[in-house]
């Protein structure tokens, strides 16, 4: 396959991928979440195991593991290697969870990969069904999909980033050479277990006999369980603060230039153009993973390369500038811990008196924490809903918000919450608007700002 058959596509290529993506949907969606990864494996034994194919780096963790992933990805591109990236959900179009050396998999590609899965799909449900269990998922399929679309590349590395957990996930039927873990944190504590020792532990599943192991810093107890289980397999595990570390990080047009003490070297002043110390962060640990793959003690990554991953490194949705005069930055943040590193970047990466914050949170997460940590810093809260039939009613988000002594307008859509926060904050130089609460809602703010050209200005 071409490189320009991978970018370039038609019509009829195009309803052929969406096609398949309806096929997926029709299935148990992507919240449906049952802890078991054999069925996954039944499918790719019958395909001939295609996740073997290529080398792994594996990526979980409660926040920032899809910037991660994408700063690994640019990385291990910029070495001349050809790469493949897998992670979820997606902004606006499902294409963009499966990169092949950094571009939307092609809509060709995508139906081409279902057309080798699907004689095996009906033989796999037929067992599952003979042993009383539900058919394959969506994010199961997908998964399968992803593997075979990156073997069919082919691709040298695959970055996955693990949908739910790590153990029982149906991306841990890969192997992962690297395995990186991203600050762990209390989330999905119905599927994943109600303390940090526990969700820690099925995140620790990750983690092959005899890989690399390179984390964040963690609380004590995940770090306690993340260095027992890699020591039962025999793995090596290096933690930021510890091994290597983001040493500084300063503001810089367009983001940041950061100074990281590397496992093999150090690496100082490489721009990256992301904002938030949060980022600076993810890149570390990110060269981190890097080192691990493809270096060693005594290697570091060459300076050229490291300088090319990092400004090609982009991350959709995270701290993106899409709107200016006035300014408006879209963040995915949907728990307290993505809010808090969205509050902190805000105060630290801009120069703002006010902001508006349009806010819009699904029903399973939670409100009050996000509340919590990004509430102070609003000055106009324009409370909606995301375009989910899992959102929360934006009247009871701007109850919890008034209780919190929070000023609060509701909006009965992106598009309406957007506009009066963009014209509140058109009212004075010093005022900027914030988009966040929702990886839905940060997909739909894309859209919308690419559509109304929110970089040309406010138009009142």
Not at 391 to 406: H, N, Q, R, V, Y
């Amino acid at each position: 396959m071409s490189d320009d058959d991978i970018i370039e596509g038609t019509p009829r290529d195009r309803a052929r991928a969406d096609a398949v993506y309806q096929t997926l949907l029709s299935r148990a969606g992507e919240r449906w979440v049952q802890p078991r990864k054999e069925r996954t494996a039944r499918v790719l034994e019958l395909l001939d195991d295609p996740q073997r194919t290529y080398r792994v780096v594996h990526v979980t963790g409660t926040n920032g593991k899809t910037s991660t992933s994408r700063i690994i990805e640019s990385l291990v591109r910029a070495h001349g290697l050809r790469t493949g990236l897998f992670t979820s959900p997606h902004l606006e179009r499902f294409t963009e969870r499966i990169l092949i050396d950094g571009r939307p998999i092609a809509d060709a590609a995508f139906a081409d990969a279902w057309d080798e899965i699907e004689p095996f799909v009906g033989i796999v449900d037929a067992e599952l069904e003979a042993a009383g269990e539900e058919p394959l998922t969506f994010f199961e399929l997908l998964t399968v999909l992803a593997f075979v679309a990156c073997a069919d590349a082919p691709v040298d590395v695959l970055v996955l980033e693990v949908g739910m957990g790590g153990a029982w996930d149906s991306t841990n039927t890969a192997d992962g050479d690297v395995a990186v873990f991203a600050p762990i944190d209390m989330d999905h504590a119905d599927r994943l277990g109600g303390t940090i020792e526990e969700i820690a532990a099925v995140k620790a599943g990750i983690i092959k006999d005899g890989a690399r192991v390179v984390s964040a810093r963690q609380r004590p107890e995940a770090e306690a369980v993340l260095r027992a289980t890699a020591d039962e397999k025999g793995a090596q595990i290096a933690f930021e603060g510890a091994e290597f570390a983001l040493a500084e990080d300063k503001l810089a047009v367009g983001g940041q230039l950061i100074t990281v003490r590397g496992l093999a070297g150090s690496y100082d002043e490489e721009y990256l153009p992301l904002y938030g110390r949060h980022q600076g962060a993810n890149a570390a640990l990110a060269i981190a993973a890097v080192e691990s793959l493809i270096g060693d003690a005594a290697r570091p990554i060459a300076g050229a390369v490291l300088t090319e991953g990092l400004a090609e490194a982009t991350s959709p949705g995270r701290l993106q500038l899409v709107g200016i005069e006035p300014t408006v930055i879209v963040d995915a943040a949907h728990n307290p811990h993505g809010a808090a590193a969205l509050a902190t970047a805000l105060r630290e990466a801009f120069d703002f008196d006010e902001w508006g914050l349009v806010l819009g949170v699904l029903g399973d997460k939670d409100a009050i924490g996000i509340l919590r940590e990004l509430g102070p810093m609003a000055a106009h809260l324009f409370v909606t809903a995301p375009d989910s039939e899992r959102a929360t009613d934006p009247d009871a988000l701007a109850d919890l918000a008034e209780s919190a002594g929070l000023r609060v307008t509701v909006h009965r859509d992106l598009g309406e919450a957007a506009e009066a926060a963009r014209e509140w904050a058109a009212g004075s130089a010093r005022r900027a608007v914030a988009i966040a609460g929702s990886v839905v809602l940060a997909g739909e703010a894309l859209s919308l700002a690419e559509a109304e050209d929110w970089k040309s200005g406010w138009q009142s």
